[in-house]
């Protein structure tokens, strides 16, 4: 059974991460029962007895260093374990951007009111993340920014990750920037099946869906030179050259 890793390393002296820290540890457990879960802290630092109790109840293990060349010393060991092929990481067929990216921001989590509302999307929906908040005073505004598109498998892990946990009114999503060779029909057949998700899991959240944010535009000489068609991020949509004289 392939297997992973996840490491912490946050301190939990604050009185509401030794509450919060321990619940999400369990439920990683829960879900994924054979991945290796590893707390990392420095030898100075001190645990709570409570906080280790759930470390130890969730098998977490607790790795203790003295200095950053130690830490460095374990992490490439660690590396190598990986590399010998120990374990396996999960992979998928799908192109990847050079770095992926995510973010999941929740105001004042520990408030499950019904008044939440879902940002979803990429760097463009948490560019106007604010603006939402200012606008709806009444409501928590969470964002759920990533790279990853609406085909990549993990795009529904991480919805599922903040549909669980909180009852929204609203889940607002714009994504589609990142496609790397979606057509409008794939993309239409994943957004659908994205939307029925959403359904199953949170049968009360209303959704609104928000065209992608066009990125086709008259481009200089140079600016094509140094653009990687093959990747752009418009599905089976080139950029513009400088000589167009039509809009998007």
């Known amino acids: 059974m392939e ?15 030794a509450g919060e820290i321990p619940a999400f540890i369990r439920q990683v457990k829960e879900k994924c029962p054979v991945l290796r879960q ?60 050079w770095a992926e990216w995510m973010n999941l921001s929740v105001t004042l989590p520990r408030r499950k009111t019904e008044n939440r509302i879902l940002l979803v999307g990429d760097s463009i929906s948490a560019g106007y993340g604010e603006m939402v908040q200012r606008r709806m005073p009444g409501f928590y505004v969470d964002r759920l920014n990533t790279s990853e598109g609406i085909h990549h ?8 990750i903040a549909l669980r946990q909180y009852p929204y009114r609203l889940v607002h999503i714009n994504n589609g920037i990142h496609l790397h060779g979606q ?20 049968p009360e959240t209303k959704i609104v869906f928000a065209a992608t944010t066009p990125l086709s535009r008259r481009l200089g000489k140079g600016e094509m030179e140094k653009q990687d068609i093959g990747h752009f991020s418009m599905g089976d949509r080139a950029p513009l050259a400088a000589d167009r004289e039509d809009g998007y």
């Open 153 to 160: 498998p993990n795009f529904l892990r991480l919805l599922e």
């Open 38 to 97: 590893i707390w990392l802290k420095q030898k100075s630092e001190g645990l709570p007895a409570h906080f280790l109790s759930a470390l130890k109840e969730s098998t977490v293990e607790l790795v203790e260093y003295g200095s950053e060349q130690e830490l460095s010393a374990w992490l490439e060991n660690l590396a190598q374990e990986v590399l010998c092929g120990r374990t396996s990481a999960r992979r998928d067929s799908f192109d990847r951007e």
């Open 183 to 202: 057509d409008v029909k794939e993309y239409g057949k994943n957004l659908q099946r994205v939307l029925f998700w959403i359904h199953l899991v949170s």
């Open 3 to 17: 297997t992973g890793y996840i490491l912490y390393g946050q301190n939990a002296d604050g009185e509401e991460d």
